[in-house]
């Protein structure tokens, strides 16, 4: 509530927009993320955006190397359509 209605709500004028803000908080800011696995998002490149186990930098930088350059649609919550 306080990232999304305190620190972005001044700034989201617009209630349908402010309650995509909320929504997208919900999933990204929530007590499982913590969690090892935590799935950001589901479809094509399933897996791909989640959380993984602490390690060092070298270890954070190889996961990122990982991702494609192009990120796929999912990773923004939408359909594999939005790519076209």
């Not at 950001?40 to 602490?54: L, N």
């Not at 990122?64 to 649609?73: A, F, K, Q």
């Amino acid at each position: 509530f306080l990232t999304g209605q305190i620190n972005y709500g001044g700034r989201v004028t617009d209630d349908l927009d402010r309650r995509c803000l909320m929504t997208m908080l919900d999933r990204f800011m929530c007590p499982a993320v913590i969690e090892d696995g935590y799935q950001f998002s589901k479809g094509e490149g399933s897996g791909m955006y989640r959380t993984i186990e602490p390690g060092n930098r070298s270890y954070y930088m190889d996961h990122i190397r990982e991702w494609p350059l192009n990120p796929h649609p999912e990773v923004f919550g939408l359909h594999a359509n939005a790519d076209l």
